[in-house]
């Protein structure tokens, strides 16, 4: 797998925020060392512009024995290209990495791509519907198929400047399934670099794991779950960029019904599954008793509660795990 690394010094809400000090490493170079954690990639580039400013980029990169690509400063699109056709050779994947995840989880990226791997998918979508996972979750590759469609059909400003929004308004052309994250990466704390109050709050956490590795994400927020009032150091801080902000409710409903009978797979909450069996007539697919329509999940509770909507008429069901999990499952 190619992992493009897209960073850059400017920020309207924190500029250099890149290169800022995290752990004994830039938030660059810390990154770097997430994506060598992990097992599924095997190059590593950094995509940045030809802006001067970048120059320091750059430098960062060549200390961390990374090469670099510099590109347009808009079309991010083409800058990722030219990582790809001078580096990607002989890669199935390729992994979008960016300079704001400094908690990356390297775990769910071998996971995803183990996964993909052995059911020829084109690539993963976390399972779920009103709000993201918590950031750095759920990252999953690209075939080389969808990075190819994504290179040549992105047209639109939005979708040159942030690779993937194409992709998000063209599911329907690809193999992709869904899958359900551990219940951990369902959580509201805010992990992504975007102002100094983020910083403060990450080396309060860089400080306390003590570790030379980087720590995983699930210890992450393992952390946050043991020491919530430090959530509130970034907690009032506005998202601009999340997947609910940045597609229109229509985009939103269109992906809602090209879920409907996708492929989920499920992580640390398979007793699910027996819960959501539909009866053989229905040929194992769970279905709306009102209407026959296909039952989508709409939200999975970390205590095991399953809530499934129907595509077709918007009944919604709700089903309980055989053996709830979580701290308020009794």
Not at 8 to 24: A, H, I, N, T, W
Not at 162 to 174: A, D, N, T
Request: proline share 6%; charged share 25%; glycine share 8%.
């Amino acid at each position: 797998m190619l992992a493009v690394l897209c960073a850059r010094v400017e920020s309207e809400r924190f500029p250099g925020k890149v290169l800022q000090d995290l752990g004994g490493r830039t938030v660059l170079g810390g990154i770097v060392e997430r994506l060598r954690q992990s097992r599924s990639v095997g190059r590593i580039v950094v995509a940045t512009t030809e802006r001067p400013a970048d120059d320091a980029i750059v430098r960062e990169a060549a200390f961390c024995e990374v090469p670099v690509i510099r590109g347009s400063v808009d079309n991010v699109v083409e800058r990722m290209q030219q990582a790809v056709y001078q580096h990607g050779g002989g890669m199935k994947y390729v992994l979008r990495a960016l300079g704001d995840q400094p908690f990356l989880d390297w775990e769910s990226v071998d996971e995803a791509t183990r996964i993909i791997d052995a059911n020829d998918w084109d690539f993963l979508l976390p399972l779920t519907f009103d709000a993201d996972p918590v950031y750095g979750a759920g990252l999953s590759p690209w075939s080389v198929r969808v990075w190819s469609a994504i290179a040549s059909r992105s047209t639109k400003p939005d979708e040159l400047e942030h690779p993937g929004v194409w992709l998000r308004r063209s599911l329907e052309m690809f193999n992709y399934a869904l899958i359900d994250l551990p219940h951990w990466a369902y959580r509201g704390y805010r992990l992504e670099l975007d102002t100094p109050e983020d910083l403060n709050l990450f080396r309060l956490v860089h400080a306390a794991w003590e570790q030379p590795d980087p720590p995983p994400l699930r210890w992450v927020v393992s952390y946050l779950d043991k020491n919530r009032s430090l959530a509130g150091i970034n907690a009032a801080i506005h998202e601009r960029t999340g997947t609910f902000t940045t597609h229109t409710a229509a985009e939103v409903q269109h992906w809602w019904q090209d879920y409907a009978n996708r492929t989920v797979v499920f992580s640390d909450l398979p007793s699910m599954l027996a819960s959501t069996g539909a009866p053989a007539s229905h040929g194992g697919t769970a279905r709306c008793r009102a209407c026959d329509g296909a039952l989508i999940v709409q939200r999975v509770r970390p205590t095991g509660v399953l809530q499934l909507r129907c595509a077709r008429c918007g009944k919604r069901t709700t089903y309980h795990a055989d053996h709830p999990t979580g701290p308020n499952s009794s």
